[in-house]
C-alpha cells in the first residue's frame, strides 16, 4: 500500500532559522507530490505541488520543495521562517491514475519571535 | 467561483446513534468529492471518494458509510456511532479528470464528539 511519512511530528524555529521537513512516500512507479499547509483556524491550503520536469519547484511564501526520484523524497524547506509560518504542514502523494491523494502525519511548526 | 460548505460544524452525540454530516459543492460540475479525517498526530486519512452519482469508494473498513445523491452533494453517514469515530472530518473536492493532477479544495470541517 501507499505511504507517506514525514519525520518530524513536532518542529521549534527562531525566526530568520532556515527550515527542512521531511516527506518521503513508498510507491516506486510516477508520483504527483505536494505540500498542504493549515495555518491556526484556517482550512488547509496548497503551498506546492510537483507533477513532472524541474524537480525543484517554488511555491508561495517563499517555500520550495526537492524531489529526489532516488530517494524518494520530496523535502520542504525554506531559507528563513517567519512567525508567520506556524501552522501545521502535510505532505501528500498520489500516483498515475489514482484519483485520490494519500497524506503524511502532518509536521506542527512553530516560530518563536 | 466554486465553494464548497458541509454541516454541521460541530456535532455531539451519544454512542450507538446515527450520523450524517453533508457537503455541497457550488460552482463546478462533476468534481471528485473527499471524505477525510483528521487526527491529532495522525494526519488526514482519506475515508472515501467520488467521481460520479452513486460511485462510491472505500479506502478504510469501518463504521462509516458514504453517498453521492447528487453531482454536487457528497453525505458521509453511519448507523450507529462508536467512540471511536470521533474527530475532525473534512470533505474536498477537485475537479474531475482523467488524471489527479490538481489541487484539493476544502471544506470547514466538522469535528463529532462521541460520548
Known amino acids: 500500500a501507499q505511504s507517506v511519512s514525514q519525520h518530524n511530528h513536532h518542529v521549534i524555529l527562531s525566526e530568520a532559522a532556515s527550515l527542512e521537513l521531511g516527506c518521503n512516500y513508498s510507491?516506486?512507479?510516477?508520483?504527483?507530490l505536494f505540500w498542504y499547509v493549515q495555518y491556526p483556524g484556517q482550512h488547509l491550503q496548497l503551498l506546492l505541488k510537483y507533477f513532472s520536469g524541474d524537480p525543484l519547484v517554488k511555491g508561495i511564501k517563499g517555500f520550495e520543495a526537492e524531489f529526489i526520484k532516488s530517494k524518494f523524497s520530496f523535502n520542504l524547506r525554506k531559507p528563513s521562517v517567519q512567525w508567520s509560518d506556524t501552522a501545521e504542514y502535510f505532505c501528500?502523494?498520489?500516483?498515475?491514475?489514482?484519483?485520490?491523494?494519500?497524506f503524511g502525519s502532518g509536521t506542527r511548526l512553530q516560530v518563536q519571535p | 467561483s466554486q465553494t464548497i460548505h458541509q454541516w454541521p460544524a460541530t456535532l455531539v452525540q451519544p454512542v450507538g446513534s446515527p450520523l450524517s454530516l453533508e457537503c455541497t459543492v457550488e460552482g463546478t460540475s462533476n468534481p471528485n468529492l473527499y471524505w477525510y479525517r483528521q487526527a491529532a498526530g495522525r494526519g488526514l486519512q482519506l475515508l472515501f471518494y467520488?467521481?460520479?452519482?452513486?460511485?462510491i469508494s472505500s479506502e478504510v473498513p469501518q463504521n462509516l458509510s458514504a453517498s453521492r445523491p447528487q453531482d454536487r452533494q457528497f453525505i458521509l453517514s453511519s448507523k450507529k456511532l462508536l467512540l471511536s469515530d470521533s474527530g475532525f472530518y473534512l470533505c474536498?473536492?477537485?475537479?474531475?479528470?482523467?488524471?489527479?493532477?490538481?489541487?484539493?479544495?476544502f471544506g470547514e470541517g466538522s469535528r463529532l464528539t462521541v460520548l
Open positions: 510507491y516506486g512507479g510516477t508520483v504527483n
Open positions: 467520488s467521481v460520479g452519482i452513486g460511485q
Open positions: 501528500a502523494v498520489t500516483r498515475a491514475g489514482r484519483r485520490a491523494l494519500t
Open positions: 474536498a473536492w477537485i475537479r474531475g479528470t482523467s488524471e489527479l493532477t490538481g489541487e484539493l479544495f
